[in-house]
């Protein structure tokens, strides 16, 4: 059974920082591009980094590029995004997701909310 499990969410002030990690279960998880999604209230889930399968390539939406880090560790089936410089539109909930490359579907985890706020 697949399993994708997201921490580090929390509540931060603007100018903060917070890491999320996700860990990935029941798959292959090198044979998956992993990616970060998120969705505020009232909006549609937007993609906001992505990984290849070994970390060679990401690539970032273009209002976190420059704030935000993805990395993967395939030893320890982990995903994580380094948030930086946090701004109230980075208020969402943020998912985990891994796709396979020829898939057009692939698996989501649960969600961690992410609060900016004085």
């Known amino acids: 059974q697949v399993h994708l499990v997201e921490s580090g969410g929390g509540l931060v002030q603007p100018g903060g920082s917070l890491r999320l990690s996700c860990s990935g279960s029941?798959?292959?998880?090198?044979?998956?591009?992993m990616k970060w999604y998120r969705q505020a209230p009232g909006k549609e889930r937007e993609m906001v980094a992505g990984?290849?399968?070994?970390?060679?390539?990401?690539n970032y939406a273009e209002s976190v590029k420059g704030r935000f880090t993805i990395s993967r560790d395939n030893r320890r089936r982990t995903v994580s995004l380094q948030m930086d410089n946090l701004k109230f539109e980075d208020t969402a909930v943020y998912y985990c997701?891994?796709?396979?490359?020829?898939?057009?579907?692939?698996?989501w985890g649960q969600g961690t909310q992410v609060t900016v706020s004085t």
């Open positions: 997701y891994a796709v396979g490359r020829t898939s057009n579907s692939g698996y």
């Open positions: 029941g798959f292959t998880f090198h044979y998956y591009i």
């Open positions: 990984v290849t399968e070994d970390g060679g390539r990401k």
